[in-house]
C-alpha cells in the first residue's frame, strides 16, 4: 500500500519555492529558462533520480521522470508568471514527485512525474505541453518571443546540451494534474478538492482603434478622433451587450492597453488592446465573439475610427477523461467526505494539451481568496496535502 | 523701411526642417539635446552671426542672438516632439531671424533672436524658459529624467563648454513669438492670422487606481476589482459631469495609460494615467479640479479601488501685453484686412514664462486641418509668409 509522506512533500514544496523567491510572501519570479527556471529544473532532475526515475529533457525543456514500462503521467509546469505564486504549477510537479517516491517504495504502481516547459507562456501559451502534443509546430514556437525581443529558439538553445528526443507519449496510459484552483469557489465553500468536468475554452485577439494624434491643448473636444475615448466607449457598450449572453462562469478581460504616442499632451492617435474571453460552450464563445466584432466595429464607425482585429487565438472547450475522473471522484470522498465538488476549469492548464495524447483529468485545491498569478497566491498546508492524498488514492484505485 | 525676404525665409524653415527631418511628409524629429537638436542649434548660431548678432548660450541650452543695447526679443523653440512637425517653434525662431536680418539691413530697430530649449518636454515643460523665467529651479531641473531616465543634468551636459551665463532679461523691451496655432480655428475660417489675447491655463496630473491583480480565467466577474474597469468608469462619468461646466473652447486629455501587470491573461491590478485639462478661467480649472477629484473618489468607492493622486502640475492663464497685442492687431489688419481675429491660445508656450520677465505677446497662423505634433503638421507657404509680414509689421510699429 503506497503512502505518501506530507512532511517531505510541503519541504520539498518550499525547497523549489527558494528558486526565485520574490522576497514578497511566497512570491515566486521564475519565467521559462530564467536562472531561477533552468536551476530549479537542475535541482528536480536530481529528486527525480533519488526518486529511482529516468532523467529525460526532451528538446523544448520539458522535463520527464520516467518510470520503467507502462506508466500513468503526473505532474504540471514549474516555470511561474513574471509575478507569480509558489504554488501554481509547482504544486502539481511535486505532488508527482512525492507519488511517484511512494510508488516507488510500495513497488508500485509506476508512476511518471513531469514539468513542462513554459506554460506560463514566456513565449506563447502552455509552450511545451502544446509543442508535446503536436497543437504547436515547433518551427512556429522558435519564431515567437517574448517582449524583449528574446526569442523560444534562442531561449531553448540554453537546454540543447542536455536535451534528447521527445517522449513518446504510448508508454502513459493517463495524465493527472493536480493545480491550485486560482478561483474562489472553493475556498468560499470551504471545501478541499475540486475534481474537473472540462477546462473551459479560451479566445484571444487584440484590437487596434485608430484615432487622429493630436495636439490636447488645441484640438477641441468635438474635433477629437481620440482612440482611448474610442477604447472606453467599446469597454461600456460591451460589458452591456454581454449581460445577456453570460453564465456566471463566463469572464472577459482588457488586461493589456496600449496608447501612441502615450503622452499627457497629445489626444491619443491608437489605442491597441487586449480582449480574452473564456467560456466552457463553444457556441457560447462564438457569440461572444460576434458581439465583441460587432460593437467595436459600431464604436469606430461612430467616432469616426480605424479598427482592425489581430489573429484570434484560442483552445476548444475539453471534458475530462470519465475513467480518471471517477478515480478522483472516489479519493475524493475517502480523503474528504462531503468537502469536495465537480467543477470546471476557467483556466488553461498543461492537460488541455496533453487531452490530446492520452486520457487526462485534473484535480483542484482552493485558492486562499481566489488570489494567483500573483505574490499573494496561497492555499493552507493542510489543504495541499488533502489534495496530495486524494491524488495518490486515485493512482493506487487506477492500479 | 524694414523689408523682410520671403524666398530667404521659407528657405530658411526648409533648411532647418532638414535636420532631423523624419522622411514622413514634412515630420521632424529633433527632440531636445538629441544630435539633430544640436546640429540644427549649431547651424542657426551660424546664421545668427550672420545676421550681425552676437551669439550665447545659456546653462540650460537656450540660444541667443543679441542686438547691440535694448532690443525687442523675438523667438520660440527649435526642438519638436518625439513624432513632430518642421513649423512647431521652427516657425518664430525662423521668423525672428529674418527680421533682425531685415532689420539689420534697415539699420533698425534692434531685433534679438532666441531658439529656447526643450519646450516640448522631453525633461519637464518649456524647460529652458522655464529656468530663465525663474519659475522651475535649475537643481530640481537637473533631476528631471526622461524616458530613458537620462537627467537633463546629464543632457545638458554636452553644451557646457560654449555655454555663458543667463542672459539679463532687462536689456529687452518685450517678448513676440509667433507660432503655428496647433487647432483648427483659423483654418476652419479662412482666415490667415491669430492675435493671442491669452494663453489658457493647465492642469496636469497623474492618477492611480488600485484592484487586485488576478487570474483572467479564474476570477468570476463579481469577484474582480479590475483597475482598468475603474478607468473607464471614471472616464465615462467624468465626460458627463464636466459637459455642464465646461466652454467650447475648455479640453481636457487621458493620454497616457499604464495598466500592471499589462498581460491579456491577468486582471489589471493598476492603472496609472494622465489627466489633463485647459481653460483660459482659473476658477473654471479649479471647478474641473473639484469634479476629477469627487468622481475618481466616486468611482474608486463604489469599485472598492484604492485611489492616489500624483502632483498636481499647472500654470495660470496669462493675458498677454495690451501695447504689443495693439501693434500686432494694427499689422494684422493692414497686411491682411479682415482675415484676423483675437485669440485665446490653448497650448502652452515659452511666451507663458517670458510674460514673467517682460511684456509678451503671440500671433498665430492657420495649422492645416488643425493637426500637430504629428509629422503631418503643415501650413499654406503664403499664410507662413503674412504671418512674417505682421510680426514685421509690429516690430516697426513698436519702433
Redesign the interface.
Known amino acids: 500500500m503506497m503512502q505518501v509522506n506530507p512532511e517531505r512533500f510541503l519541504a520539498d514544496l518550499h525547497r523549489l519555492r527558494a528558486f526565485g523567491a520574490a522576497g514578497v510572501g511566497r512570491g515566486v519570479v521564475r519565467p521559462a529558462f530564467s536562472e531561477a527556471d533552468l536551476a530549479a529544473r537542475t535541482w528536480l532532475a536530481g529528486e527525480m533520480r533519488a526518486a529511482g526515475l529516468a532523467v529525460h529533457v526532451d528538446p523544448v525543456g520539458n522535463l520527464f521522470g520516467l518510470a520503467e514500462g507502462r506508466s500513468i503521467l503526473l505532474g504540471s509546469h514549474t516555470d511561474s508568471?513574471?509575478?507569480g505564486g509558489w504554488l501554481d504549477g509547482a504544486l502539481g510537479v511535486i505532488a508527482a514527485l512525492e507519488i511517484a517516491r511512494a510508488a516507488q517504495d510500495a513497488g508500485g504502481p509506476p508512476v511518471s512525474v513531469v514539468s513542462f516547459q513554459d506554460e506560463e507562456?514566456r513565449f506563447g501559451v502552455t509552450t511545451g505541453s502544446a509543442i508535446w502534443a503536436g497543437m504547436l509546430a515547433l518551427d512556429d514556437a522558435d519564431r515567437q518571443t517574448d517582449r524583449d525581443g528574446v526569442s523560444f529558439a534562442e531561449a531553448r538553445a540554453a537546454i540543447a546540451g542536455e536535451a534528447g528526443e521527445f517522449v513518446d507519449p504510448g508508454q502513459f496510459s493517463g495524465f493527472i494534474e493536480m493545480h491550485i484552483?486560482?478561483?474562489?469557489w472553493l475556498y468560499e465553500a470551504g471545501e478541499a478538492v475540486g475534481v474537473v468536468t472540462d477546462i473551459?475554452g479560451?479566445r484571444?485577439m487584440r484590437i487596434t482603434l485608430e484615432g487622429?494624434?493630436?495636439?490636447?491643448?488645441?484640438?477641441?473636444?468635438?474635433?477629437r478622433r481620440?482612440a482611448?475615448?474610442g477604447?472606453?466607449r467599446f469597454?461600456?457598450l460591451l460589458n452591456e451587450r454581454l449581460a445577456g449572453v453570460?453564465t456566471?462562469?463566463?469572464?472577459?478581460?482588457?488586461?493589456?492597453?496600449r496608447?501612441h504616442?502615450?503622452?499627457?499632451?497629445?489626444?491619443?492617435?491608437r489605442a491597441t488592446f487586449?480582449m480574452?474571453w473564456?467560456d466552457g460552450d463553444a457556441g457560447r464563445l462564438a457569440r461572444m465573439e460576434e458581439i465583441i466584432r460587432d460593437t467595436a466595429a459600431e464604436v469606430a464607425r461612430e467616432m469616426g475610427l480605424g479598427l482592425s482585429f489581430g489573429d484570434l487565438l484560442g483552445l476548444e472547450p475539453m471534458p475530462t477523461d470519465a475513467r480518471l475522473r471517477e478515480a478522483l471522484c472516489g479519493a475524493a470522498e475517502a480523503v474528504a467526505p462531503g468537502r469536495w465538488r465537480q467543477m470546471p476549469?476557467?483556466?488553461?492548464h498543461d492537460a488541455t494539451n496533453v487531452a490530446r495524447l492520452m486520457p487526462s483529468a485534473m484535480l483542484f485545491v482552493p485558492?486562499i481568496d481566489?488570489?494567483?498569478?500573483?505574490f499573494a497566491e496561497d492555499t493552507a498546508e493542510a489543504d495541499l496535502v488533502v489534495g496530495l492524498e486524494v491524488l495518490a488514492g486515485a493512482v493506487a484505485r487506477l492500479g
Open positions: 508568471q513574471p509575478e507562456g484552483e486560482q478561483g474562489p473551459v479560451i484571444d487622429e494624434q493630436n495636439h490636447a491643448g488645441t484640438t477641441p473636444m468635438h474635433r481620440d482611448f475615448q477604447l472606453a469597454n461600456a453570460v456566471p462562469q463566463t469572464v472577459w478581460t482588457i488586461g493589456h492597453v496608447l504616442p502615450d503622452a499627457h499632451s497629445i489626444v491619443p492617435g487586449s480574452q473564456r476549469s476557467g483556466a488553461l485558492s481566489g488570489i494567483s498569478h500573483a
